[in-house]
């Protein structure tokens, strides 16, 4: 589901515009209530909730697509730095609303190491189901766990006949 910002809410700090990795969080012009952002391309959203949780005013909403909830279904969340949680709130359609609270789970700054820093994994590995790096940055390499055996499968011919 894509994010809606709530133009009464929204201040427009530009906060969302900023961290959308989707570059679709743009502004209106100003107007009489000055700017608000806006997702300007739905469709295209990546729904990573970045600017859900990063809104100061909690004024963006993650909402369903009218032709799968169109009843008004939406995700709303509070983030909040004091008592370091997010809080979630999720309206059905049918009127429930259900809340759940998790911690922020931050990572400082520089501490991702960039794939450039992996070394090249073995060729036959490009054709398992695994991610690059994936074993080290999961800390298997840490906790001495090995990668589960996968057969490579065999390259099929496919004969084509015109
Ligand atoms: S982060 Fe929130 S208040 Fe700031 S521009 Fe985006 S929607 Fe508006
Ligand atoms: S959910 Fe992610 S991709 Fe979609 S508008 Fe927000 S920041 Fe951008």
Known sequence: MPSYVIPAKCTGCGDCVNICPSHIMRFTKSGLFGRKAYN?????CWECYNCVKH???G????RGYQDFTPMGGAV???RDEKTNRVYWTIRYRNGTIKYFVFPIRTTPWGSIKPP???PEPPKELLRTPYLS?????????????????????EVVKVEVRG
Not at 59 to 62: D, H, L, N, S, Y
Request: aromatic fraction near 8%; charged fraction near 25%.
């Open 40 to 44: 300007a391309e739905p469709e295209m």
């Open 55 to 57: 809104c100061p005013q």
């Open 59 to 62: 004024a963006v909403q993650i």
């Open 76 to 78: 709303e969340v509070y």
């Open 116 to 118: 450039t820093e992996y």
């Open 133 to 153: 790096c994936e074993h080290e940055q999961l800390g298997g390499n840490k906790l001495g766990v090995e990668l589960p055996r996968y057969k490579v499968p």
